[in-house]
Every structure is written in C-alpha cells, then in structure tokens.
C-alpha cells in the first residue's frame, strides 16, 4: 500500500506532500505547502460575515461548521445553521460559504501534486499518480479526493483516496 503511493497530509496549518517508494523519502521529494485547516476557517469566517454581517461566530463555532460540513463537489442540498445575532438566535444558509472556503485549497493541493509529480521518477509516475493517499483533518472535507481526480485528469488514470480515520490513521 506503501509503494507508489503519494501522501497528502491536510493538517492544520501546513499540507504535506510526501512521494513513498519503498526508501526513506528525501528532504526534496517533499512538498510543504503553508496552507491547511487554519486557512479554511478564516476564509470560511469571512464568507460568512460577508454573506451575513449580522452573524456573530467564533473561531471554534467556525472549526466546528467547516468540520461538520466541509464540502467542494456541487450541492445536493441547501446547509442552514443557527448562529446568535446580538444574543438571538437566528437560521442562516451558508453553503456557497463554506463550499467556497473550502475550495481555496485546491488549487494549492492540485499544484503540490504536479511539482511532486514532474520530480518523481519518469517510470513510476503512472503508479504514483493511482494512489495519492489524503490524510490529516483536511481530508475529511466531501468531495475532495473526486475533484482533485477530477483536476488531475490530464495526467492520465488518477485514483485518490482517504484514509479511513484522520485522527488515528498517522499514528497506526
């Protein structure tokens, strides 16, 4: 499962790509990009306030929204949540907001990928790019793993999957 494999690691604040070829990887094969959950949550609090000025949220009441809801793929069904508006509460749509937040990280994915690619060995790209591994906290976000598919496309067969649990896969 190891071999071939390319894993992008959605954490926090930083995403980590990291190409595995059965050697301990090197320092260049790696690709930090500074972006990750931390970067959703803010874009997903100024979506929010700009799409409804009256909404008062926290920075946990927006981690917990983006974590509960995060989504990239086009919307089936409409996202409402109730938010306190000077102390009442009050139901708010918020799906192009939060889609829209969390969609600010995949050009930023989609570009790792590609510089990972063009440095990985010409014979085993085609392997590599069948099994690109997502996993951190930002790998829950719906969708993602078919869109980013879906922008890899000119590559030729692209499989991307998710690891079956964010919080304990790293340490297993």
Do not use: W
């Not at 102390?87 to 889609?99: A, D, L, V």
């Not at 591994?133 to 078919?146: E, H, N, P, T």
């Not at 869109?147 to 690891?163: I, M, Q, T, W």
């Amino acid at each position: 499962r190891l071999t071939d494999t390319l894993i992008v690691d959605i954490g926090a604040g930083t995403t980590d790509l990291c190409p595995l070829q059965g050697t301990y990887p090197t320092e260049d094969s790696q690709v930090t990009v500074p972006i990750g959950g931390d970067v959703i949550d803010g874009h997903l609090h100024s979506e929010i306030i700009k799409a409804h000025p009256q909404a008062r949220l926290s920075a946990y009441m927006v981690r917990d929204l983006k974590e509960k809801y995060g989504f990239v793929h086009e919307p089936t069904e409409a996202i409402s949540v109730v938010l306190p508006t000077e102390g009442r509460p009050q139901s708010f749509e918020i799906t192009e907001c939060i889609r829209a937040a969390c969609l600010t990280l995949v050009p930023h994915i989609v570009d790792s990928i590609r510089e990972v690619i063009a440095k990985y060995d010409p014979e085993f790209q085609a392997s590599l790019l069948k099994n690109i591994v997502l996993a951190g906290g930002g790998s829950q976000i719906k969708g993602l793993d078919r869109v980013l598919e879906s922008a890899l496309r000119e590559y030729g067969d692209v499989s991307v999957s998710r690891v079956y649990d964010s919080v304990f896969a790293g340490a297993v």
